[in-house]
T-cell receptor
């Protein structure tokens, strides 16, 4: 059974810092991995999708990497802004299901 | 921990039929649940926000008459794909927000729908 772990559970940084969020998974037989952001009380917003054959994806200040063999993904956020404050979730897609990590709650202080 | 049960995990149906997917919060109450779908090689996208006792709020481009959502109790939301077509074949997943904590979301494991 796939297990997804996100570290740290919470992170607080001053505005402007670069930061890395980590996601690990136990079963490397995945189709893809996605990073989402969740604002309080809202649904998910998809940030980046990495197919199993890919190593990384970039969108603006966000860069996500995938190392299937080691069961790891990282989300790098450059030059963080207060508007980046949210919970970030990674999700791993298997054959017939999707498993989510518990999320990292990010606070960017002005 | 909080658990969301989604049923069925996979279903195959014929074109023109309707399919119902259930999302249950097993040990917490959820006034709000969310429905998502993911087409192959695409990102998971929010379809609608389901609110107990009121009408669901649909995202732009999602047909409310085709994807009927019923949130009749604080622990159950259903998504019915009506008159399904092959292009509705997708992966559907629900999430529920715990009323007590208001955060975070808890997810079902998803339903793979194949329409033949």
């Amino acid at each position: 059974k796939q297990e997804v772990t996100q570290i740290p559970a919470a992170l607080s940084v001053p505005e402007g810092e670069n930061l890395v969020l980590n996601c690990s998974f136990t079963d490397s037989a995945i189709y893809n991995l996605q990073w989402f952001r969740q604002d309080p009380g809202k649904g998910l917003t998809s940030l980046l999708l990495i197919q199993s054959s890919q190593r990384e994806q970039t969108s603006g200040r966000l860069n996500a990497s995938l190392d299937k063999s080691s069961g790891r993904s990282t989300l790098y956020i450059a030059a963080s802004q207060p508007g980046d404050s949210a919970t970030y979730l990674c999700a791993v897609k298997g054959g017939n299901d999707m498993r989510f990590g518990a999320g990292t709650r990010l606070t960017v202080k002005p | 921990g909080a658990v969301v049960s989604q049923h069925p995990s996979w279903v195959i149906c014929k074109s023109g039929t309707s399919v119902k997917i259930e999302c249950r919060s097993l040990d917490f109450q959820a006034t709000t649940m969310f429905w998502y779908r993911q087409f192959p090689k695409q990102s998971l996208m929010l379809m609608a926000t389901s609110n107990e006792g009121s009408k669901a709020t649909y995202e732009q481009g999602v047909e409310k008459d085709k994807f009927l959502i019923n949130h009749a109790s604080l622990t159950l939301s259903t998504l019915t794909v009506t008159s399904a077509h092959p292009e509705d074949s997708s992966f559907y997943i629900c999430s529920a927000r715990d009323d007590k904590t208001n955060s975070p979301l808890h997810f079902g494991n998803g339903t793979r729908l194949t329409v033949t």
